[in-house]
């Protein structure tokens, strides 16, 4: 695999197809857990290592694995890596497992990881699967730490812990109650769609500029011909 | 009346979709007709109970005599993936009708988040097998309420001239979180 390609399958999962502001898939956690960056950010890693777990082992047994059975077999394979990452989480970083709580053991439910073990890593090569998980990876921590990110910066007046100036004598506490986590993300939503349609018209008129110029040039070459 | 408590407390002041958020995958997916939305409560409340019920029996008689505990997600998500296909089965066979109406939604169970979180916060709770599937009904009737009413404002809003940036996923977010907030008015009820 060619290094453009590599790097189109990353990013693909960071903007293009963000699971989250895009996809929609793995909405559980993403609401239930962002109640502040850190936390967004320990449950987007957490489910980037088992992505990454799951892409691997899938993609190296893809051929031993039958047809019929694949579906539970990725759950199995998924099922191990949450509980290899929940039990080191239990011991090496308690304070973050106490506040993930329930949603550590629900990562095997997340679609994502099922979604690209299923639409990807069953079909590619081990390394663009490890370029898929990665990207898809990143893209899903991203988008929970900026929601974390939001919901502490409004809810609690902090960023990553610290106070904020103004906002910290000021928090708007409904950002940190379960309401607060749909209307953010929602909002945020209709920014990523915002942009992103800037962002298509952008392409679509620069792709339409470089066809008239094209044109223009086609037409004067053939009118000097003639002439 | 302690079971009184425990399925007012699921059903309103803890409801598993607005203020626990599992399921939300079926809760946006699935709710955008009043219909479908009944049909997948349906199968959510049948595999939900008795999911809880396989799962408990399995803690307490496998899981914990044999000292197994840290196999519970693995061995629950797997019983839960047999239990939809074998209520699939049996549903086809014993009552085609009822598999006509639920048919559709019972793959799409799987993958619910909330079935395995009930299970889970069932054994977390140390609840008796009695409380345990008391507390699954009382949250997957909280979870058809949520859907019913959610998916009854959805229908509404085709009507609305809502701005581009905001139509679909976006608006769909931002009237599950006022329903949300109409829900934590129940706070302290319980």
């Known amino acids: 695999m060619s290094v453009t390609t590599m790097r189109r399958e990353f990013l693909k999962g960071i903007l293009k197809e963000n699971p989250v502001f895009v996809l929609l898939l793995g909405m559980c956690p993403t609401l239930g857990v962002t109640t502040s960056a850190v936390n967004g950010l320990g449950m987007g890693l957490a489910t980037m290592a088992v992505l990454l777990g799951s892409n691997i082992v899938v993609s190296l047994a893809k051929n031993v694995i039958p047809d019929k059975v694949r579906i539970p077999a990725f759950i199995v394979i998924i099922a191990s890596f949450v509980t290899i990452t929940d039990l080191s989480m239990a011991a090496f970083l308690p304070p973050l497992h106490e506040q993930l709580g329930l949603f550590i053991p629900l990562i095997v439910v997340n679609c994502v990881i099922l979604g690209r073990a299923e639409a990807f890593a069953s079909k590619n090569t081990l390394l663009s699967s490890i370029v898929d998980g990665a990207g898809m990876g990143v893209g899903f921590t991203f988008a929970l730490t900026l929601l974390g990110a939001v919901r502490e910066i409004l809810g609690s007046g902090a960023f990553f812990g610290f106070p904020l100036p103004f906002l910290a004598e000021n928090p708007i506490l409904l950002f940190v109650m379960p309401p607060g986590a749909f209307l953010a993300l929602g909002f945020l939503t209709a920014a990523v769609n915002q942009s992103r349609e800037k962002w298509d018209a952008a392409v679509r008129r620069r792709a339409r500029r470089v066809r008239e110029v094209a044109a223009t040039a086609l037409v004067a070459g053939r009118t000097g011909e003639r002439s | ?190």
């Open chain 2, 1 to 190: 009346m302690e079971y009184v408590v425990i399925v007012i407390g699921a059903v309103l002041v803890n409801n598993i979709v607005l203020s626990q958020f599992l399921g939300i995958c079926p809760f946006l997916g699935v709710s955008s007709r009043v219909s479908t939305a009944v049909g997948m409560g349906a199968a959510v409340i049948f595999v939900m109970t008795m999911a809880t019920i396989v799962t408990y029996l399995i803690q307490y008689l496998i899981l914990v005599p044999l000292g197994l505990v840290f196999l519970r997600t693995v061995a629950f998500i797997l019983v839960i993936a047999g239990l939809v296909q074998l209520v699939e089965i049996v549903l086809k066979k014993v009552s085609p009708a009822l598999y006509q109406a639920l048919g559709v939604f019972l793959p799409l169970i799987t993958t619910n988040c909330a079935i395995l979180g009930v299970a889970i916060l069932a054994v977390q709770r140390d609840f008796n097998l009695a409380q345990a599937t008391v507390y699954a009904i009382g949250s997957s009737l909280g979870f058809v309420l949520a859907l019913y009413v959610f998916a009854g404002l959805r229908e509404k809003m085709d009507l609305l001239d809502i701005p581009r940036a905001m139509r679909g996923a976006p608006i769909a977010l931002v009237t599950a979180g006022l329903l949300a907030l109409a829900f934590s008015g129940f706070a302290g009820l319980v």
